[in-house]
């Protein structure tokens, strides 16, 4: 990945448990948004999260952001079946206007009834 | 609530051939990215409009060319297909001056 890192690369959780998931990153940024994808179908975004925010919660999801660490941690919590998918963090920058997302390596979570 | 929506959905080509990808934003969105994902990758972009202007440039191949028209829809146009082609294109787009990016379906190329 151009930019960082996510880990784990892989997640097995049983329905009901909370899954975390963490990203990295090497530049600075000016937000940091999490996406979903279900297997070979599109990008559905979860959450965005500005570089002076420190936490923000949607629903299921919290997002904590780092950037003395440059990392991000996503938390889903009381898991379901549904939310098996691989979820990528990607960071947005604002020099020069660019707006365009570098995607981290995603985590595959794999959500067990 | 209307989607971003990508034609064709699935397209087959054979090396050294063309391919034209489609791409219609959101009602009232001016601004599209084209990302690509290969197989097991994360998206990688490739280049971006906003007005009818390219506005960012990625990891595009000299082989690809994209345009925004007056509808603001986006076209991908590739030529002199490569094997390493193959992967699932995916356009976004969003309203001006906003950090969340709506994806569309994707567009799988398969190049053999």
């Known amino acids: 990945s151009q930019q960082g890192e996510e880990d784990p690369q892989a997640l097995s959780i049983q329905e009901g448990e909370n899954a975390t998931m963490n990203c990295s990153y090497k530049?600075?940024?000016?937000?940091l948004q999490w996406y979903r994808q279900n297997s070979g179908r599109g990008l559905v975004h979860l959450i965005l999260?500005?570089?002076?925010?420190r936490e923000k919660h949607s629903g299921r999801l919290r997002v904590t952001l780092d950037t003395s660490k440059k990392s991000s941690s996503l938390l889903i919590t009381a898991s379901r079946a549904a939310d098996t998918a691989s979820y990528f963090c990607?960071?947005?920058?604002?020099?020069?206007?660019?707006?365009?997302?570098?995607f981290g390596s995603g985590t595959r979570l794999q959500v067990q009834p | 609530a209307a989607g971003v929506i990508q034609s064709p959905r699935h397209l087959i080509k054979e090396k050294r051939e063309t391919a034209t990808l489609k791409c219609y934003p959101i009602?009232?969105?001016?601004?599209v990215y084209w990302y690509q994902q290969g197989p097991g990758q994360d998206p990688q972009f490739l280049i971006s409009?906003?007005?009818?202007?390219?506005?960012d440039k990625g990891s595009i191949p000299d082989r690809f060319s994209a345009q925004q028209f007056s509808d603001y829809h986006s076209e991908l146009n590739m030529s002199s297909l490569e094997l390493g082609d193959s992967a699932l294109y995916f356009c976004?787009?969003?309203?001006?001056?906003?950090?969340?990016?709506?994806f569309g379906p994707g567009t799988r190329l398969t190049v053999t």
């Open positions: 530049t600075s940024i000016n937000n």
């Open positions: 409009f906003y007005e009818k202007m390219q506005s």
């Open positions: 009602p009232r969105h001016d601004t």
């Open positions: 999260i500005r570089s002076n925010e």
């Open positions: 976004a787009s969003s309203p001006s001056l906003k950090d969340e990016q709506y």
């Open positions: 990607a960071t947005g920058f604002m020099d020069t206007g660019r707006r365009a997302l570098t």
